[in-house]
């Protein structure tokens, strides 16, 4: 097969953001908490003390910012709907100014030839629904196909790309396993219950936009990482094979293939719950596409004391991390989506989420110098290429993220942002990142071959452009 030096057209040039992450004014204009507003004003939840309140205050500047993203030469933007501005209890009564939120949104994306791609949800569940038990009840799933199937009726016409659920394996392990996101439990008989209601809520949604003539496409997101055992030793192998099933397989496996990984009751035990049929066929409902978000490899080893998948990361030594602590390995792209493509077939998937937070110098001369940022891209990108060359059917790209935002349990201790934000000013700066990426967006990624950057910096645009 000829190795593509570009990205086909009509590919996705996206970034990605979520609605607790950067829009603030969580309660304004009639909207109900969420589950993650609770959770980020519990005393010691949040590692540096901060919260939803303002961050980036996009609720009010979304013009400006949908500004920004026309710059960049942005063709999609991925962000998720805060279901409990839209339904305050999270069922019921819907509240029309949260929904106008996002149809203005939408319309000024639309203006500017920028294609939405929406999550539906991005882990802030109404705080009444996570009061009834959240996912782990049953019903769980219903709401979430009634909000879904309001957003439908309300937005369908002008929306290409639905995604329902952002990771669900990060609800499951985070907020049942480790419980460093809400609930903040450390329940783990409740774990195959939530995956389980997070995939009948998924298949709902999708089904009820199948009900509808909808023109767009839905899928699922999903995190996804290899996972290289530490040794040869059978103990290593057979932890990396089950942290692959439970964090690789545990969704993909029910929606693409009909049941749960056969490795999943090893790792819960023995004690995997039997499903019915009739839920099993729900889950596979068909999806349009697969949203791959991928960050790091991981290197894995037994570890009883790590359960469910008996099995921990080993850190690299000498390897380059980001300030999450994730080691940089862009072949790993290349790796997990030629892995989705042999174990599902061959079918559209899209990177919904790539990037890495660094520590960034303060903007300086009306820009961010971040090498680290703008190599990390160039690797990616090129591992995303390699994908397309190996056969994979490859979409879109969407960089994670468009701003530095609330990074969850890190607080804004940590950017991701192409575009830096100075949390005091809401001033936005574009890092040197947002220059390259636009340069490749611009060339559609015959930037990336050749030598596209030198010592770490970005060589100039004149330079990139593709003859
Ligand atoms: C994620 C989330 C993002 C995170 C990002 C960096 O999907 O994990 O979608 O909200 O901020 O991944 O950790």
């Given amino acids: 097969m000829s190795r593509p030096t570009c990205f086909p057209d009509g590919f996705l040039w996206g970034a990605a953001t979520s609605a607790y992450q950067i829009e603030g004014s969580p309660l304004a204009d009639g909207a109900g908490p969420s589950d993650w507003h609770e959770f980020s004003h519990r005393p010691g939840a949040i590692a540096d003390g901060t919260n939803g309140d303002l961050v980036c205050d996009h609720y009010r500047r979304f013009e400006d910012d949908v500004g920004l993203m026309k710059e960049l030469g942005l063709n999609a933007y991925r962000f998720s709907v805060s279901w409990s501005r839209v339904l305050p209890e999270g069922r019921g009564r819907v509240n029309g100014r949260g929904l106008e939120f996002y149809q203005r949104l939408i319309d000024r994306l639309r203006e500017r030839d920028i294609q939405p791609h929406v999550t539906l949800f991005h882990w802030d569940l109404p705080l009444a629904l996570a009061r009834r038990g959240g996912w782990a009840w049953r019903d769980c799933a219903g709401w979430f196909a009634d909000y879904a199937q309001h957003m439908f009726r309300a937005l369908g016409d002008r929306v290409p790309f639905w995604a329902t659920l952002n990771e669900p394996w990060v609800v499951v392990d985070a907020g049942y396993v480790s419980g460093s996101h809400p609930p903040g439990r450390i329940a783990p008989r409740d774990a195959p219950h939530v995956a389980h209601n997070l995939l009948r809520g998924h298949a709902l949604a999708v089904q009820a936009f199948r009900a509808a003539p909808h023109a767009g496409q839905i899928g699922l997101v999903v995190n996804l990482e290899p996972k290289h055992p530490a040794s040869s030793s059978p103990e290593d192998v057979h932890a990396a094979a089950r942290a692959s099933a439970y964090m690789n397989e545990l969704f993909l496996d029910p929606v693409l293939r009909g049941r749960y990984s056969e490795r999943l009751p090893q790792i ?18 068909p999806v349009d596409f697969i949203g791959v978000n991928y960050y790091s490899r991981s290197v894995t080893r037994h570890d009883p004391g790590r359960p469910p998948a008996c099995a921990s990361a080993v850190r690299q030594a000498g390897a380059e991390h980001t300030a999450m602590g994730w080691e940089v390995f862009p072949r790993g792209l290349t790796e997990i989506l030629c892995w989705v493509t042999s174990r599902y077939g061959r079918r559209p998937i899209h ?5 890495a937070a660094f520590e960034d110098p303060p903007p300086e001369g009306g820009s961010v110098d971040d090498p680290r940022r703008v190599a990390y891209y160039h690797r990616h990108l090129r591992a995303a290429l390699e994908a397309l060359a190996a056969g994979v059917d490859l979409r879109g790209y969407f960089a994670w993220s468009f701003l530095d935002n609330f990074e969850w349990s890190h607080g804004t201790s940590k950017r991701f942002g192409l575009v830096h934000v100075d949390y005091a000013t809401q001033r936005r700066t574009l890092k040197r990142s947002a220059s390259f990426y636009r340069d490749v967006i611009a060339s559609r990624g015959a930037a990336l071959c050749g030598d596209g950057i030198r010592g770490g910096r970005a060589v100039p645009s004149s330079v990139l452009q593709a003859p």
């Fill in 351 to 355: 990177i919904t989420e790539n990037g």
């Fill in 268 to 285: 819960v035990g023995g004690d995997w719950p039997e499903f019915s049929e009739e839920d099993l066929r729900l889950i596979a409902e």
